[in-house]
T-cell receptor, first 115, second 116 residues
Framework: NAGVTQTPKFRILKIGQSMTLQCAQDMNHNYMYWYRQDPGMGLKLIYY???????DKGEVPNGYNVSRSTTEDFPLRLELAAPSQTSVYFC??????????????FGPGTRLTVL | AQTVTQSQPEMSVQEAETVTLSCTYDTSENNYYLFWYKQPPSRQMILVIRQEAYKQQNATENRFSVNFQKAAKSFSLKISDSQLGDTAMYFCAFTDSGGSNYKLTFGKGTLLTVNP
């Protein structure tokens, strides 16, 4: 299994541009999450999904959108990039109800810079 | 709302020695889970250890163990026989048993440096 994969690894955007951060998992996990990590800080939840077609806001959702059309994929969309969105973005997944019900597995992250 | 506090922004330890990282949390829940994640310079988030609040026995994973004090809402990580590869940022994290859809709340992290 590849686990949780994210693309791209790095990206530089200009203010006002849009982009989609891709996240995929091959563990058949129903829960998926997007976090951002600002310098010197812990991770903060942007959006999450408990299954295909179901998404909800986290702690810092402004400026982002998500969709979940399949179990495997959970893309994060930035519509009008702003410098405040410069951060490292992590996708994670989990499968509540199994023996490690609560453990989230993380992707390698995407470093985004908005200039 | 749950909060997680790591009061030690940075720590250092000599190779082969033991170090303890502190974490406190605040919650009104009775059932929950606690985690320590390691983030090396590669930025990958790696699960180190997890603890279920209803279990009184402290979790252990090889050189890593926790001291879970439920009444004090304390969850410290002990690393024995420290190795150079343990150099990383360590995050304490909390989730309840489903009421928040297993969302994780993270502390700000402790940067651990293991010196040769």
């Amino acid at each position: 299994n590849a686990g949780v994969t994210q693309t791209p690894k790095f990206r530089i955007l200009k203010i006002g541009q849009s982009m989609t951060l891709q996240c995929a998992q091959d563990m058949n996990h129903n829960y998926m999450y997007w976090y951002r990590q600002d310098p010197g800080m812990g991770l903060k939840l942007i959006y999450y999904s408990v299954g295909a077609g179901i998404t909800d806001k986290g702690e810092v959702p402004n400026g982002y959108n998500v969709s979940r059309s399949t179990t495997e994929d959970f893309p994060l969309r930035l519509e009008l990039a702003a410098p405040s969105q410069t951060s490292v973005y992590f996708c994670a997944s989990s499968y509540p109800g199994t023996s490690s019900t609560d453990t989230q597995y993380f992707g390698p992250g995407t470093r985004l810079t908005v200039l | 709302a749950q909060t997680v506090t790591q009061s030690q922004p940075e720590m250092s330890v000599q190779e082969a020695e033991t170090v303890t990282l502190s974490c406190t949390y605040d919650t009104s829940e009775n059932n929950y889970y606690l985690f320590w994640y390691k983030q090396p310079p590669s930025r990958q988030m790696i699960l180190v250890i997890r603890q279920e609040a209803y279990k009184q026995q402290n979790a252990t994973e090889n050189r890593f163990s926790v001291n879970f004090q439920k009444a004090a809402k304390s969850f410290s990580l002990k690393i024995s026989d420290s190795q150079l590869g343990d150099t990383a940022m360590y995050f304490c994290a909390f989730t309840d048993s489903g009421g928040s859809n297993y969302k994780l709340t993270f502390g700000k992290g402790t940067l651990l440096t293991v010196n040769p």
